[in-house]
């Protein structure tokens, strides 16, 4: 069934009573279960068949044909399980993604409250169907769209959906207003409500969001880099062997030895342990990341994160602490003072003008507070210790998160807690805050026998004449400072407070007459280190973009503090909203740099914009609603600790610290990989290079067959096995994050590498011709010379193309190279070996001759790096 098939919109005709059991039975039957509907599972023989279709992995299984053709079985098991290693890595990982729709049914809520035939009950949330009354209190998740019939002080978290850092009113009798809207998924923060179902399964917001999420990822930069060289080097293999066979038979050298020669050339000549130096160097890669709190889902998403040139962030949790803090008060009389301090720790420092306020300098900040501390229900909840004993310090919030940063205000003005305050001040009734009135009052008893009126809200709700008994200079000036305050993107509350002889019939009798205390001006503050780590994006070539679906005022204030953009920069044009984007008010949107009000289509619609322009994105998020962008950027990064698990799902990589600056790390990492690949590249294909050029010349300068079958093998085993696979562990170049990442379109052995491959392998080709020609003319056996000429020169590459010489991260390289040495000498030295290799044992003016070229090698790879 199609969404377009499911019941949407506004909710049928449904009486209090709700709906009949044969009611809910028949559109149960017929429009099934309240569920997002599950991927058809993908077989596995298809994700071999797609790792397998590989153009790298098809070179290989033609090596592997190949050598089993010539008996080169040893060879054979070493490609093959080359092979079977990768494909099963990539089985494995891609398995992963299928999770993230999973996750979605997870959330919803197991059972629901609703009424049928006037009776409450408890249901599976999947029995939910579209005309359900349902009953949602404090806790609840709801478990289906539906649109409000009754509210109480309903408040509830859309945080998943919208990004929205506070929690949204909801008020009952708005037809075609979000604000009588419920979306399945959300939470119920406060209050009560009873609402109709509108829409269930794939037509419900997380419905909406799972269709979005079921994309194929496709292929990631080095994957298309690889799978383009493996095109490349298949074609030109096969033609410059087919040229030598040619040659070889014209010379009237037998058909069945030229066979062989060549078919060990192309083998010889092909990078088989490319496929593990990646996998070695990405399993390396995500190691090292593990270490520094980045948990890598794919391995291709190391390599990925190196190639990034756009960095798509969202802001709670990510850019801010995604906890509410008062930064200002506002009072009439003294003006504006500062609070610091972070998340709801009820400690940090209280200032005016610069210097420290002292207790006697807050009285109208005191007053102001402690009337928001008696006019407020949320509570602070100190850190508890886990299972170890261990705590990470952090206070948080039961309730409401604005009220919650009063209390902490209020502890740091020095202000009662409400606990204290609640014995000589009692609350006797209370008129809830609603989105309708945008205010809440409570009236509390006093030692003297009066009462005191509490009151906070919208600014404009309590700026009304109707409630203050202010003269109107003070109330414009209020109304001034509120507006300021809200264009630099804070949340601002008003307060007042009054004292009456009489008690009120009830709270809202109450609200007249009373003095206006100030402003608290609210904020979801910028993380310390954000500022640094968006400075360090830009040093390293990656352009930040902000995509929020918070207020405009407040994703271009975050943006200024954080250094996004410049101070002053941000204006009406720059922060974009997704209803700008949606009226296609917006040409290009890779011409933004803060996008606002966004839904999770419209954050797809951005990184797919970037990556039509042919960037690399990554995208971090932590709601359900970043989860289809997460899956479709290059690379989906998901905050671990406040990250839903929607969001963990859909990502690539997942930051265990959710820090920002983690991002960067992680970046240094895959341009370390992805170096690392570039510097095996270069060492095989020189190698790969002079094996075909010194075939293909030396026969030309009096060298018949210049290399046998086995010799070849020989060089192949020992230069491409484990001295290639050691070179994915190098680490990380100097400068690597103070160069721009490289361009998206750019060639794996572009930015001059193919060119440096080129006069490398020139090297060690006249090198080694070089020196079996010498060995010749000394009456020595030139055929073993030139073999080991050309495998000690491209093991001098080998250590020429070190950073650092005397590296002590990889020592594995070194141990490597010394090895394959040895293993050299006893091909010339062992009589099975000598026997089998068809070699012969060299004097020492001979071996010196041959160790000389290995000199050259190594210098040829030295000055290829200024190049």
């Not at 093959?80 to 398995?95: D, H, K, P, R």
Request: a negative charge.
């Amino acid at each position: 069934m199609t969404v377009q098939e499911l019941p949407t919109g506004p909710p049928p005709e449904v009486s209090e009573l709700g709906l009949t059991d044969e009611e809910a039975v028949r559109l149960l039957t017929t429009y099934g279960p309240n569920e997002v509907a599950a991927a058809r599972p993908v077989p596995l023989y298809a994700r071999v068949l797609t790792q397998v279709r590989d153009p790298l992995i098809m070179v290989l299984l033609g090596a592997i044909t190949l050598t089993v053709a010539i008996g080169d079985y040893a060879d054979s098991v070493v490609i093959a399980l080359v092979i079977v290693v990768n494909t099963a890595v990539g089985v494995v990982q891609e398995m992963r993604a299928d999770r993230a729709v999973a996750a979605l049914s997870a959330m919803s809520a197991p059972t629901a409250r609703v009424r049928r035939e006037g009776a409450e009950r408890e249901i599976p949330s999947s029995a939910v169907v579209t005309g359900d009354v349902l009953l949602l209190g404090e806790g609840d998740v709801v478990p289906a769209d539906a649109r409000l019939t009754h509210a109480a002080s309903l408040l509830v978290d859309e945080s998943m959906l919208t990004g929205e850092s506070v929690p949204v009113d909801k008020a009952a009798g708005q037809d075609d207003r979000e604000e009588s809207a419920l979306h399945a998924g959300t939470v119920v923060v406060r209050g009560r409500g009873v609402a109709s179902v509108t829409a269930t399964g794939a037509a419900s917001a997380l419905g909406r969001i799972a269709e979005l999420l079921d994309t194929h990822p496709e292929p990631t930069p080095l994957q298309r880099r690889l799978a383009a060289l493996g095109r490349v080097l298949a074609l030109v293999t096969v033609g410059l062997c087919l040229v030598f066979f040619v040659l070889g038979l014209a010379r009237g050298t037998a058909p069945g030895i030229m066979a062989v020669t060549a078919i060990s050339l192309a083998v010889a000549a092909v990078p088989e342990s490319l496929p593990a130096v990646v996998t070695l160097a990405l399993a390396l890669g995500a190691r090292r990341m593990a270490a520094r709190h980045a948990l890598v889902r794919r391995l291709s998403a190391v390599e990925t994160l190196g190639s990034v040139t756009v960095l798509a962030t969202d802001k709670t949790g990510t850019l801010t602490e995604g906890r509410m803090v008062v930064e200002r008060v506002w009072t009439p009389g003294d003006g504006e003072t500062f609070f610091t301090g972070s998340g709801y720790e009820p400690v940090g420092e209280v200032h005016r003008d610069g210097l420290s306020a002292g207790t006697g300098d807050l009285d109208a900040v005191r007053d102001l507070l402690t009337a928001a501390v008696l006019c407020n229900d949320a509570e602070l909840k100190p850190p508890a210790p886990d299972s170890s004993g261990a705590s990470d310090g952090r206070w948080t919030a039961l309730g409401d998160p604005t009220e919650a940063a009063l209390l902490a205000a209020a502890a740091k003005a020095g202000c009662r807690s409400r606990r204290d305050l609640d014995v000589p001040y009692p609350r006797r009734d209370e008129e809830p805050f609603d989105s309708v009135r945008k205010r809440m009052t409570t009236v509390h008893g006093t030692p003297t026998g009066d009462v005191l009126v509490s009151l906070k809200g919208a600014p404009e709700a309590v700026l009304a004449s109707a409630v203050l008994d202010e003269p109107q200079h003070v109330l414009d000036r209020a109304r001034e400072q509120a507006a300021t305050l809200a264009a630099q993107g804070f949340r601002v509350l008003a307060v007042a407070s009054g004292r009456r002889d009489d008690v009120p019939t009830h709270a809202r009798d109450a609200e007249s007459g009373l003095r206006l205390l100030g402003l608290a001006a609210f904020n979801d503050p910028p993380k310390t280190a954000a500022r640094k780590t968006l400075s360090d994006c830009r040093a390293a070539g990656i352009t930040p973009v902000l995509i929020t679906g918070d207020h405009p005022a407040t994703a271009g204030a975050i943006a200024t503090r954080v250094g996004l953009v410049e101070d002053g920069e941000t204006t009406h044009d720059t922060v974009v909203t997704g209803r700008a984007l949606a009226a296609g008010e917006v040409r290009d949107p890779t011409d933004v740099r803060i996008f606002a009000r966004t839904n999770p289509e419209q954050k797809l619609d951005i990184v797919r914009a970037w990556r039509a322009r042919g960037h690399v994105t990554a995208m971090t998020g932590d709601g359900v609603n970043d989860g289809p962008a997460l899956r479709q950027a290059d690379i989906g990064v998901a905050m671990g600790q406040r990250g839903t698990e929607v969001a963990r799902q859909a990502a690539d990589l997942v930051l265990t610290d959710d820090e920002l600056s983690t991002v960067v790390a992680a970046v240094e990492e895959g341009r370390r990989v992805y170096d690392n690949i570039r510097r095996f590249l270069l060492y095989a294909l020189a190698g790969g290079t002079a094996e075909i050029l010194v075939m293909l010349i030396g026969p030309a300068l009096g060298l018949p067959l210049p290399l046998r079958a086995g010799q070849i093998l020989w060089i192949n085993l020992l230069t491409h096995g484990l001295t290639g696979v050691a070179m994915g562990a190098e680490p990380v170049s100097p400068g690597a994050m103070r160069r721009p990442p490289r361009p998206p379109g750019q060639h794996v052995l572009g930015d001059g590498l193919w060119q440096r491959i080129l006069i490398v392998g020139t090297v060690v080709t006249a090198a080694s011709l070089a020196a079996g020609l010498a060995a010749r003319g000394m009456g020595a056996p030139w055929q073993s010379v030139l073999f080991l000429a050309l495998l000690v020169a491209q093991l001098g590459v080998v250590l020429g193309l070190r950073d650092r010489l005397l590296a002590r991260e990889n020592l594995f390289l070194p141990v490597a190279v010394a090895g394959s040495a040895v293993l050299a000498a006893a091909a010339l030295y062992v009589p099975f070996l000598q026997a089998v290799l068809h070699t012969d044992p060299l004097g020492w003016a001979a071996l010196g001759t041959a160790v000389a070229v290995g000199a050259l090698g190594f210098t040829a790879a030295r000055l290829s790096r200024r190049a």
